[in-house]
């Protein structure tokens, strides 16, 4: 028997034990942990009492390695592995930023390629989240029958770029290869197969009951707290705040589109619990489906690669540039000495933001709820690490 | 087929060993069966193939494949463990589960021990399965094992609690605990199983009997003691080769145990639904058998559709949902048999 | 009480309506297929393993720049004025032997930057997916046609040649120097001129999928 009275048991943060509690490792290794996070957990029976993140085991020097470039096209390959769930995204952010630091201004036809590759992706990223959320919550088929999905969208994207995870697709100033011929028609039948699809999830999984049951009134986050640490994406709009980057600070050719933005809005318990973040989600991908149908109505014909610079030497300077990714703002701070390879990159990820409020929402909850939490908001640790 | 035995042999102990065998000649390759079937029924359920290699037709030998894999296996054991609970464990839970195929009736001709209490003896026997849990739990000296444990300790004894509550139904009605004359008292065309009868309070109890078995075979959505997104293995974290074979067989032994129960109890056991029509001690076995086997069937079904419920949840349902209505079911029976 | 009682109510219909999702996919044919015997067939723009034909390489190094992780490595020698190296299918003049054009397989990231600045388009990515081995060495793939015997000869020469030609300067110069060695690399991206456009044969589409046999030492 250890005597903790005389030797008090303290956890990483310098944090010391009563009696009746336990430190507890969650992860590197866990299968609910999406990636090699760590949580170092205190509990009291089931009961969590304290939640210490750990992270940086996927650490690959990403800013560093921007900087060590010969050119800024190089960088591309780098931040597709960034957020490896939706690296068009990434791509994309990162050549909207250097496009603001060259001023080069975007054929159309590569505006709305962007459009339709992001939401997409978005729809692909937003898939993983909810299949592996019901993996967390226990239910393992609704996972299967989102990557069945997603593999479809994967397909689209191979046929494109010859990729199907890294694309290297959206290069600064255009995109690496026109559509392809029949990807319209293919797009298009996707958004025909994917709508009842979203249905049949919801009837799987959204609306069981023993899925509310799990996931709402758990990890209430709410607007305010969400606003006070920064939270992004759907994290923030699950906490009933309206706020969208695509609209609110439109950037390519989101203006176009008539589409609604999604918030939580409590309908099985409180704003801003696991459901809702969930259900965001959801709804999301119904709406990016309208963008990507618009998108393909409207789509002009022309050149992708006349804009694309031959050589990138930007004037020195500096540029912030923030974009909608699946899972919030994704910011880029570029800094030019006008050399060829940038002088300083840093990312601005909505993951490591968004994990940041964990340990505010986990407290008091049980183990099983804690795995219900990290999985609503949706983290991948590639972003979260960099 | 007890008195055929002892009409060829003399030996007492000859026969009960021959006797106590047949259920391990049906559980072993049945268990090989059962998880190549949830492995099948998992993949066509989530729009995959499953298995299809070993063996040539639909991969049907891969549960085989698999065991020979686990027993070439090294047998790890932590440093830190309890070694002879650790040893113990697998064992028991095994034991646990295997004995209650004693009172069982497999068809009119053969049940194990045809012993007058054998509901009351099955229900006291399926008990030891938590010791062996918790003995593994403790022993392997892991957080995430020890939470396992407790978890299923929490669990099965208060899940005793409906199951017996609702075959206390069935022994109100046929006024004995003895299976097989459970089970003669059904002879006859389906109407005369107890699942029809005194409707809609057998039923209930009859639901309430098979929510509470998956909770106590630890399936989905009870499976909480070894929750993989949580506990990522439970009680058997720390075990490998074939004593995590042991386990896996305790457990589909378990689900075949409680379904039999199930079918025996509520849908007549080995009777043929169409009176005498495919009936006489081998039919017995079909049906008996196929019963069984539907009811595994559905428990793997349940397990592909439903999340996980969480701990409290878990104990709501057994304490707040199906305890009350076990005892709603009771004084229904108990006033309708009365009138 | 009459929530316990809708709760249980919509509990076990929603159980009931996932089983139906579930039952109704028990008789839906498989999206899966069994890989090493049924093979999908990849789309034209299939970004898979490096390949380099190297009777159209030309030395230029413009893939090497490109490359963001340093996965492509090319050495190479001028060739002698009597020599003739011969024509690229898209007609440049082949003025460098190249000597060593190694490409690290395990660290090449498949972005396809590498194909773009090719002058010549000799270097792209195929169709090929499956080439694990069991030592990553075996993983750096040698593109290079010449034999062993045959490159310290052709540097040989040319170090031979760039003496001489270093000997000749200074004699016209008559200014006795000692004669500097001439490095046996020139590193500069000396990229010719595309010559008259005799566009023989358009390259097929096709790529020839043989995996280099010759391994670095």
Not at chain 1, 222 to 243: E, Q, T, W
Not at chain 2, 63 to 82: F, H, M, R, S
Not at chain 2, 197 to 213: E, G, L, R, T
Not at chain 3, 155 to 172: P, S, V
Request: hydrophobic share 45%; aromatic share 12%.
């Amino acid at each position: 028997m250890i005597d903790t009275e005389s030797i008090p048991l303290k956890t990483s943060t310098g944090r010391t034990l009563r009696s009746e509690e336990m430190v507890i490792n969650m992860g590197p290794q866990h299968p609910s942990t999406h990636g090699v996070l760590r949580l170092e957990l205190v509990v009291d029976g089931e009961i969590i009492v304290d939640v210490v993140p750990h992270i940086g085991y996927l650490h690959r020097c990403f800013e560093k390695h921007a900087e060590a470039m010969t050119n800024y096209q190089q960088v591309i390959p780098y931040c597709d592995r960034m957020d490896y769930i939706a690296s068009m995204n990434m791509d994309w952010a990162y050549a909207l930023a250097c496009e603001k630091l060259l001023s080069i201004k975007i054929p159309e036809r590569v505006e709305y390629i962007r459009v339709i590759m992001g939401e997409l992706q978005r729809i692909a990223s937003h898939l993983i989240a909810i299949g592996t959320y019901g993996l967390d919550v226990g239910a393992f088929t609704p996972f299967l029958f989102c990557f069945r999905d997603r593999e479809r969208i994967l397909d689209l994207f191979e046929i494109t770029c010859g990729a199907r995870l890294l694309y290297n697709y959206i290069w600064v100033g255009g995109v690496s290869h026109d559509l392809p011929s029949g990807f319209i028609d293919k797009a298009k039948a996707f958004c025909k197969y994917f709508r009842p699809t979203v249905k049949e999830l919801n009837d799987l999984l959204s609306y069981n009951e023993i899925f509310i049951k799990r996931t709402a009134n758990i990890g209430i986050l709410p607007a305010d707290v969400a606003i006070a640490y920064g939270c992004s994406g759907p994290m923030l709009r699950g906490s009933g705040v309206n706020f969208d980057l695509r609209r609110d600070d439109p950037y390519s050719i989101y203006d176009r589109f008539t589409w609604e933005v999604q918030i939580g809005k409590g309908l099985m318990g409180t704003v801003g619990d696991c459901w809702d973040r969930y259900m965001v989600r959801v709804w999301e991908m119904e709406q990016s489906l309208n963008i990507i149908e618009q998108a393909l109505e409207q789509i002009p014909e022309g050149d992708v690669m006349s804009a694309i610079p031959k050589r990138i030497r930007p004037n020195p300077g500096e540029v912030y540039v923030r974009s909608e990714s699946p899972r919030g703002e994704i910011g880029f701070y570029i800094i030019s000495d006008g050399s060829a390879s940038p002088y300083r990159v840093k990312a601005r990820s909505p993951a490591f933001v968004n994990l940041s409020v964990c340990p505010e929402i986990c407290k008091g909850y049980m183990i099983a709820d804690i795995v219900a939490i990290i999985g609503s908001v949706d983290i991948v640790l590639g972003e979260v690490d960099r | 087929m007890e008195q055929v035995l002892r009409d060829i042999f003399d030996n007492h102990f000859f026969i009960y060993t021959i006797m106590a065998i047949i259920p391990l000649l049906w559980v072993l390759p049945y268990a090989l069966f059962a998880v190549w079937l949830e492995r099948k029924v998992s993949a066509h359920m989530q729009d995959r193939l499953g298995p299809m290699r070993v063996g040539g037709w639909h991969g049907w030998a891969q549960t085989l494949a698999d065991i020979l894999k686990l027993i070439q296996k090294e047998d790890i054991v932590p440093k830190a463990a309890d070694q002879k609970l650790h040893f113990l464990a697998p064992f028991v839970v095994f034991i646990g589960s295997y004995a209650a195929f004693a009172t069982i009736p497999f068809s009119s001709a053969y049940i194990g021990s045809n012993i007058n209490i054998g509901l009351f003896y099955i229900i006291a026997v399926s008990s030891i399965v938590v010791v062996g849990i918790l003995m593994a739990g403790w022993s392997s000296n892991n957080k995430w094992s020890l939470f396992g444990a407790m978890r299923a300790a929490a669990q099965i004894v208060s899940y005793e609690i409906p199951t017996a509550l609702a075959l206390l139904v069935v022994i109100m009605m046929t006024g004995t605990l003895n299976l097989q004359e459970i089970n003669q008292i059904q002879t006859g065309w389906f109407w005369n199983w107890l699942l029809f009868q005194k409707f809609p309070f057998v039923f209930i109890a009859f639901i309430i009997y098979f929510v509470a078995s998956l909770a106590e075979t630890n399936r989905t959505p009870f499976d909480i003691p070894e929750a993989e997104s949580e506990l990522v293995a439970g009680y058997h974290t720390e075990y490998s080769g074939m004593k995590f074979a042991l386990f896996f067989l305790a457990e589909y032994a378990n689900m075949f145990a409680v379904s039999a129960i199930g079918a025996t109890l509520f849908l007549g056991g080995w009777n043929s639904p169409f009176g005498n029509f495919l009936s006489g001690p081998v039919w017995g076995v079909f049906w008996f058998l196929s019963k069984g086997m539907f009811f595994v069937f559905v428990q793997m079904w349940l397990r592909w559709t439903l999340p996980r419920l969480r701990v409290d949840q878990l104990m709501y349902v057994s304490w707040k949902v199906l305890t009350p209505w076990a005892f709603a079911c009771i004084v229904g029976v108990g006033l309708w048999m009365m009138i | 009480m009459n929530q316990y009682f809708r709760d249980i109510f919509v509990s076990v219909w929603s159980v009931l309506i996932g089983m139906a999702v579930t039952f109704r996919h028990l008789f839906i044919p498989a999206v899966t297929i069994q890989y090493p015997d049924v093979k999908l067939k990849l789309p034209e723009r299939a970004r898979n393993r490096l390949y380099v034909n190297m009777d159209d390489c030309i030395g230029c190094l413009q893939c090497e720049i490109a490359c963001p992780v340093n996965c492509i490595t090319i050495d190479t020698v001028k060739s002698l004025p009597t020599e003739d190296l011969g024509i690229t299918s898209t007609g440049h003049k082949k003025r460098l032997w190249v000597t060593q054009f190694d490409i690290d397989i395990a660290k090449c990231c498949y972005c396809g930057l590498c194909v773009y600045p090719c002058p010549t388009e000799c270097i792209y990515m195929t169709d090929v997916y499956e080439f694990s081995e069991f030592k990553r060495h075996d993983l750096i793939y040698n593109y290079v046609t010449l034999t062993k015997d045959e490159i310290p000869s052709i540097k040989n020469r040319t170090a031979e040649y760039e003496k001489e030609q270093a000997a000749k300067k200074a004699a016209a110069a008559a200014q006795p120097k000692p004669p500097t060695p001439a490095s046996s690399t020139s590193g500069s991206p000396a990229i010719p001129k595309p010559s008259v456009a005799s566009d023989g044969q358009s390259k097929t589409s096709t790529v020839t999928t043989q995996p280099p046999s010759e391994k670095k030492a």
